[in-house]
């Protein structure tokens, strides 16, 4: 759901996962839904690895089904 509350879980969903991203509300943004990421000191297989992270976050908490996802 579309609420601050919401995007706490999902930060912390994705942190579990082994991703950390910056929850927008920690932020100050105006509405929930956004999340900070810094992929400048990081190597750029590091960023294929997060997606795949994130990809099975999704899959396995019934989001998304996987054919639409696209690598």
Known sequence: SPTFDA?????QELFEAGVALT???????QEPGFFR???????PDALDVAIARIRRLAI???RV????LRK
């Open 37 to 43: 990421f810094c992929f400048a000191w990081v190597q």
């Open 7 to 11: 995007e706490a879980v999902l930060f």
């Open 60 to 62: 396995s908490k019934g």
């Open 23 to 29: 929850p927008g509300g920690s932020m100050h943004a």
């Open 65 to 68: 089904v996987q054919d639409q």
